[in-house]
């Protein structure tokens, strides 16, 4: 009969012990960031849809819109650079969003820019020397909110001007970068975990390089096609 120090199991190395750490958490991490930004990345995908499909009865959203314009007066415009005189505006009309420029029209003297926020514009004309200023906001409705989300960024890579000085702007462009950030390492550790299974590696490589070929000529191929 053997006795049990024949059939014990050999001690693992620390590198063994250390691999096997780091496969639980692999896994853990999966999951769990899976979970994490599942209506995140339901979020994106439904409102890809609704952009794709502006056609579909259901989700429109600009011509059920609300405009409403209204005179405010406000104690004049202040001092300082462009951006301090508009938030000085927006404080007294109580007003809070993501400022943008607009284009100014030549010989205006008119002080205008555009505060955004998820289902709300507000178009402000302030009219120096007069103490007053022309609110014009349109509202949408909760397809409209969905829209914006996907591509509300606060910020354009054409113009210099128009930068991110929202705090809620940042939050959300931030939440994104972790969103893309989490999917990336989701990808990761699903390639490690598939690479383990060795009866998977085949249909793996085939599922694999179908969603390369098809990237790339979304990517590339389309350049060269119609170049």
């Not at 059939?7 to 960031?33: C, E």
């Not at 029209?105 to 007053?132: A, C, L, M, Y």
């Not at 210099?160 to 929202?166: A, I, P, Q």
């Amino acid at each position: 009969m053997p006795s049990r120090i024949d059939t014990a199991m050999p001690a693992k190395t620390p590198v063994q012990r250390g691999l096997d750490t780091f496969n639980i958490w692999n896994r853990k991490g999966h999951y769990y960031l899976g979970l994490y930004f599942l209506f995140f990345l339901w979020l994106f995908a439904f409102t890809g849809l609704l952009l794709n499909h502006s056609s579909w009865k259901f989700a429109e959203f600009w011509p059920n819109r609300k405009v409403s314009t209204m005179e405010r007066r406000i104690e004049g415009l202040g001092s300082g650079s462009d951006l301090d005189r508009a938030r000085d505006v927006m404080r007294q009309l109580g007003i809070m969003g993501e400022i943008e420029w607009a284009a100014t029209r030549p010989g205006s003297t008119e002080f205008q820019f555009r505060v955004n926020k998820p289902g709300h514009n507000i178009n402000i004309v302030v009219h120096p020397g007069q103490d007053r200023a022309t609110v014009e906001q349109t509202e949408v409705n909760a397809w409209g909110i969905a829209q914006v989300l996907h591509t509300f960024t606060g910020a354009r890579a054409v113009d210099k001007r128009n930068e991110r000085d929202w705090i809620l702007t940042t939050v959300w462009v931030l939440s994104m970068d972790a969103v893309s950030a989490g999917l990336i390492l989701m990808v990761l550790s699903g390639l490690y975990m598939w690479y383990g299974l060795p009866a998977k590696r085949v249909p793996g490589i085939a599922a694999l390089l179908l969603g390369t070929v098809i990237c790339g000529v979304f990517v590339f191929g389309l350049r060269w096609i119609y170049s």
